[in-house]
């Protein structure tokens, strides 16, 4: 989570000030709609039926912003939701959050008012503790209410928000102990308990916890036991449980290599792992739980990119980098569309630090967004897929900082605000 802290030593961003945008204003003008209001109550399209047409028919819409600072933008992405729920048949919104307890909590019997409630805990607290995300479960609740079926679910392989604190250990367990596989009698399983329930107990920390990381015997121990009953699984019968289980323990691996592993790495090359997961748990998505229907995904943009080979990764090899956008684009070639969220002024908040401040947002001269500043717009959507760039341009895409990338290949189009503010938390 910690992106704009991560993505400064991880971009190159320190580029000079004279540097020209490759594009010129009658080129964005060509490509820009006016969009009238981020209000969910207006009813006014405009700009949002253009968006639409250029989603097409893809099945995944990536929703990105720069940081977890800008309370704007998570009210952009309610409004961009519920146009795409009530407009484009979009019905479900999948969450950079824990893909086992979200989906396990949207399964329960619960009225769907307390189902949203724990769901809310269980969805990462830059977003869910803020006063914005009131008006996006609000939408959820009266939409479910009024007949549309939309299900949250979650694709992060984390396990430390609280429902997975008290039920994880458990669920799993009990599951196993259902399917009578061998490797549950075993010895080898006895040895894994204990260090699974170490894994799981570490509390939320996105840089990791490497420190807790069993010796290197019982850390090969723990993933030949996880690989064995992922195989034991595949040679039983197959119900949705069973599936969904094979894919979480294929999930708990990943995060047990990013929590131990990938962690005590510099910049990107930390996130790997846990992009690689959350790609592979939204494909499964994709192609099993929601097989036929359109999901949206509320996500950082740093993740949302469909192609890293465009980005900089301050000297480590785009090769040894996943980015969850790039993988699932990939993955489902034609069927994915990634929408940026961007501002021209305003301030920002960094959640993670214990006392929140709030930063200016200062654009580079010769970006993307000096040449909206310099437009009447206070909202636009602007389809840069189609932009005539072959150099590049400068644009602040997956953090604060400009960077000249073909961002017209990293993204489809971009959602522009003129003027951000962070979000507001009652209590922190």
Request: charged share 25%; net charge positive.
């Amino acid at each position: 989570m910690r992106f704009q802290e991560i993505l400064l030593t991880s971009f190159l961003v320190c580029l000079p000030v004279a540097l020209k945008a490759q594009l010129s204003k009658d080129d964005i003008l060509k490509n820009l709609t006016e969009i009238k209001s981020l209000e969910l109550s207006d009813d006014n399209s405009s700009g949002y039926d253009v968006m639409a047409q250029k989603i097409g028919e893809a099945r995944i819409v990536l929703l990105g912003e720069q940081t977890h600072g800008h309370g704007t933008t998570f009210i952009a992405k309610t409004k961009i939701i519920k146009y795409l729920i009530e407009n484009k048949g979009f019905d479900v919104v999948a969450f950079e959050s824990s893909f086992y307890e979200i989906n396990k909590i949207w399964e329960s019997d619960l009225a769907i008012e307390k189902k949203l409630s724990v769901t809310r805990t269980e969805i990462y607290p830059a977003w869910s503790a803020s006063e914005e995300l009131d008006l996006f479960f609000d939408f959820i609740k009266e939409a479910n209410v009024n007949g549309k079926r939309v299900d949250l679910t979650g694709f992060d392989c984390k396990h430390d928000l609280p429902y997975g604190q008290k039920n994880y250990i458990v669920d799993f367990h009990t599951f196993l102990l259902k399917t009578k596989i061998p490797i549950v009698g075993s010895s080898e399983y006895l040895k894994f308990k204990p260090i699974l329930e170490t894994l799981i107990k570490l509390k939320m920390n996105f840089r990791e916890d490497a420190s807790s990381r069993p010796n290197q015997t019982d850390y090969r121990l723990f993933n030949d036991v996880l690989d064995s009953t992922k195989n034991q699984l595949n040679n039983i019968e197959k119900t949705e449980e069973v599936e969904f289980w094979i894919q979480e323990v294929k999930s708990l691996k990943k995060f047990a290599q990013s929590t131990w592993v990938t962690s005590k790495l510099k910049g990107a090359a930390r996130l790997a792992t846990r992009d690689s997961a959350m790609a592979e748990n939204l494909i499964w998505l994709a192609a099993n739980k929601f097989r036929n229907r359109k999901i949206i995904v509320w996500a950082a943009s740093y993740h949302i990119a469909k192609e890293k080979q465009e980005l900089s990764f301050n000297g480590i090899d785009s090769k040894s980098i996943e980015l969850l956008g790039n993988m699932v684009n990939l993955r489902m070639p034609g069927q994915v569309y990634s929408l940026n969220i961007i501002g021209g002024s305003g301030t920002y908040g960094e959640w993670f630090k214990q006392k929140y401040y709030k930063y200016p947002i200062n654009i580079t001269k010769g970006s993307l967004e000096m040449e909206f500043v310099s437009m009447p717009y206070k909202y636009a959507f602007i389809d840069i897929k189609n932009l005539p760039n072959k150099d590049g341009f400068l644009m602040a895409g997956t953090s604060h900082n400009a960077m000249k990338a073909n961002w017209n290949k990293v993204f489809d189009g971009v959602i522009y605000i003129k003027s951000m503010s962070p979000p507001t938390y009652t209590i922190r």
